[in-house]
Structure formats: structure tokens, C-alpha cells
């Protein structure tokens, strides 16, 4: 029985790292795809993908909030489809923006940001200014979240097809890599600040004895 559980669980944590991995590969390719293959056909099997994609994704995925996530977007792939709106295809990448915003945004009215869980798998134990900077870290993805949703629904509007490809293709990830670089460095420089303060503390804290 504790085998064939074991072996359950082994089957359903590589199903969804390879649902993660497959959803990942194509949504970063797909203003791309959808770009270039519009008038080669893409339309049907590119939804029914990404649509079986993010169905899968929900079927695997525990954590509510992201579940519900991956619902609504497999449901928007399902009614392009069912509704044969090929235009509506450009508005994916507005949508992920929205509900990465709503899920970020909303985490900000919890107990502990979405940030701040994150943060806490790696140090359950988080000093006060770690709460801090990862409530201020989901605030600025927030920003983010919105500029990027705008950019993108602005060049839907404007039907400036070729600027949406590239942007939401390139521009957007090339954005995202920054914000994650300067995070990095700016979570480098608090963690030195806060270990040469606990230095300095456990010196007064000496000369006091």
C-alpha cells in the first residue's frame, strides 16, 4: 500500500513538473507562434495546446489561487475556440498580466504576500525586515503586472500586430529578467546590511558583559 502510494505520487509530481515545463516552453513562444503561424493555420491547434495546457495545469495544481488561474485560462482557450475568435488570441498575454496582477495584488490583503510565501520555503523563519522587503518585492511585480498588461492591450487596440509579437515575445522577458536581476542584487545588499548588524549587535552585546 505505502508503495503504491509512493509510486501515486511520484507519477502525479512528474506529471505537473512536465505540465510546468511544457505550459512554460509554450507560452513564452506563443506571441511568437501565434504571430507567424495566424495565417498558416495556427489558430485551432495553437488554442486547443494551450488550452489543454492550463487544463492540465489545474488538474496538477494545489495551491487554490493558481488553480483558479489556470481554470480561467483554459476556459478563454476553450470559448476562442468554441466561438472561433482568432483576434482574441492577441489578448492571452493581457489576461496572464491581469491575473498574475489579481493574484499578487490580492495576496497583499492576506496574512503573508505571495512573496512572502515564497520566501518562507527557504527561511521559515523570516526576520521583520524580511517581511518587509517581500511585502515591498510583490508591490513593485504588481507594478509590473499593470504596465505590463497596459503595454500589451495598447498594441492590441492599435492593432499594431508586429510590436505586440516582439514585445510580448521579447521585449516583456527581457524586462522580467532585469526586474528579477536587480531583486537579486537588491536582496544580496539587505542580507549583508542585516548579517553586519547582528555582527555589530553581538559586539555591543560583548563589551556590555
Not at 481554470?71 to 468554441?82: E, G, K, N, S
Not at 492576506?110 to 523563519?125: F, G, M, W
Amino acid at each position: 500500500m505505502w508503495c503504491r502510494r509512493c509510486c501515486a505520487k511520484t507519477q502525479r509530481n512528474n506529471v505537473n513538473a512536465a505540465a510546468k515545463i511544457a505550459l512554460g516552453a509554450v507560452s513564452a513562444a506563443y506571441p511568437l507562434l501565434w504571430y507567424f503561424g495566424r495565417n498558416n493555420g495556427a489558430f485551432f491547434w495553437l488554442a486547443a495546446l494551450m488550452c489543454g495546457l492550463w487544463l492540465l495545469r489545474a488538474l496538477t495544481q494545489r495551491e487554490r489561487g493558481q488553480r483558479v488561474v489556470a481554470l480561467i485560462l483554459a476556459a478563454f482557450f476553450a470559448a476562442v475556440l468554441l466561438l472561433r475568435l482568432p483576434q482574441s488570441m492577441y489578448w492571452y498575454p493581457v489576461w496572464v498580466s491581469l491575473l498574475m496582477l489579481a493574484l499578487f495584488g490580492g495576496s497583499l490583503f492576506a496574512k503573508q504576500s505571495l512573496i512572502e510565501r515564497l520566501a518562507r520555503l527557504q527561511t521559515p523563519d523570516l526576520p521583520p525586515e524580511g517581511v518587509r522587503y517581500t511585502r515591498r518585492v510583490t508591490q513593485v511585480w504588481c507594478v509590473f503586472f499593470v504596465f505590463n498588461g497596459g503595454v500589451a492591450a495598447a498594441l492590441v487596440l492599435a492593432e499594431a500586430w508586429q510590436a505586440w509579437a516582439w514585445y510580448t515575445g521579447v521585449l516583456a522577458y527581457v524586462l522580467m529578467g532585469v526586474l528579477f536581476a536587480l531583486e537579486w542584487l537588491c536582496r544580496r545588499r539587505l542580507r549583508r546590511v542585516h548579517a553586519a548588524a547582528e555582527v555589530n549587535q553581538a559586539a555591543l552585546n560583548q563589551q556590555e558583559r
